[in-house]
Nanobody
Framework: EVQVVESGGGLVQAGGSLRLSCAVS????????IGWFRQAPGKEREGVSC????????YYADSVKGRFTISSDNAKKMVYLQMNSLKSEDTAVYYC???????????????????WGQGTQVTVSS
């Protein structure tokens, strides 16, 4: 059984930083993609960033480019999202998701992702 577990959310002031972690277990594919998504109250879920397992190719939403950095430790099946220069509009529940297709196929399209975590709340106070 595949399990995806996020951690690291919390309350931070605008301009501050947080690092989210995602642990994926039970995933046996060599070529896979791990993505971060977020959903703010009253808004649709949006893709934030993703990373491919083969060569570490990454994608970012325009709204977070230059502020967020995704990284991975494939041996530990861990993915991290370093979030800097946080803004109030970054407030949302952040979800980690995994899929066994390559990152060029999946990208930030949420409907591709098969396995989802429960989410972790990130609140940025202004």
């Amino acid at each position: 059984e595949v399990q995806v577990v996020e951690s690291g959310g919390g309350l931070v002031q605008a301009g501050g930083s947080l690092r989210l972690s995602c642990a994926v277990s039970g995933f046996t594919f060599d070529d896979y993609t791990i993505g971060w998504f977020r959903q703010a109250p009253g808004k649709e879920r949006e893709g934030v960033s993703c990373i491919g397992s083969i060569d570490g190719t990454t994608y970012y939403a325009d709204s977070v480019k230059g502020r967020f950095t995704i990284s991975s430790d494939n041996a530990k099946k861990m993915v991290y999202l370093q979030m800097n220069s946080l803004k109030s509009e970054d407030t949302a529940v952040y979800y980690c998701a995994a899929d066994h297709h390559g990152v060029q196929t999946v990208g930030l399209s949420a409907w591709w992702y098969e396995h989802w975590g429960q989410g972790t709340q990130v609140t940025v106070s202004s």
